[in-house]
C-alpha cells in the first residue's frame, strides 16, 4: 500500500490547511488511518486517528476541538482539517494506515503503511 500526502504549506497563526492522504494499492480496506507529526528535534507524535469502517475518530489533547479528521472511503482518502492553527502546530505531518490495533489507538507502532510527509509551517 502507498500512501501519498499532501496539502501542508506555510500559514499564519490563526489559519487553517486541510491535509489529504491518498491510499493506493492493497486488497482490503484499513483498519485505521492516522494522522502523526514531527516537529524538529522531537519525537513523532500522535495528532489523530479513524476507524475506517465505523468513522470513530480520536485525537490528540493538544489539537481537540481544531482539527478535525474525515474520510471518504470510495477515493481511498483521508483528510486532515486544521483551523486554529498555531506556532507550535508547525511540524511535518504523516499519515498511516493500520491493519490491526492492539493497545492504544495512538500508538505508531500499530501502523504498518507511512506516507512520506507533508511539512505545516505556523508562522507570522
Known amino acids: 500500500v502507498q500512501l501519498q500526502a499532501s496539502g501542508g504549506g506555510s500559514v499564519q497563526p490563526g489559519g487553517s490547511l486541510r491535509l489529504s492522504c491518498a491510499a493506493s494499492?492493497?486488497?482490503?480496506?484499513?483498519?485505521?488511518m492516522g494522522w502523526f507529526r514531527q516537529a524538529p528535534g522531537k519525537e513523532r507524535e500522535f495528532v489523530s486517528a479513524?476507524?475506517?469502517?465505523?468513522?470513530?475518530?480520536y485525537y490528540a489533547d493538544s489539537v481537540k476541538g481544531r482539527f478535525t479528521i474525515s474520510r471518504e472511503k470510495v477515493k481511498k482518502t483521508v483528510y486532515l482539517q486544521m483551523n486554529s492553527l498555531k506556532p507550535e502546530d508547525t511540524a511535518v505531518y504523516y499519515c498511516?494506515?493500520?491493519?490491526?490495533?492492539?493497545?492504544?489507538?495512538?500508538?505508531?507502532?500499530?501502523?504498518?503503511?507511512w506516507g512520506q510527509g507533508t511539512l505545516v509551517t505556523v508562522s507570522s
Open positions: 498511516a494506515r493500520s491493519s490491526g490495533i492492539v493497545g492504544l489507538v495512538r500508538s505508531s507502532t500499530n501502523y504498518n503503511s
Open positions: 479513524i476507524n475506517w469502517s465505523s468513522g470513530i475518530t
Open positions: 494499492g492493497g486488497d482490503s480496506p484499513p483498519r485505521f
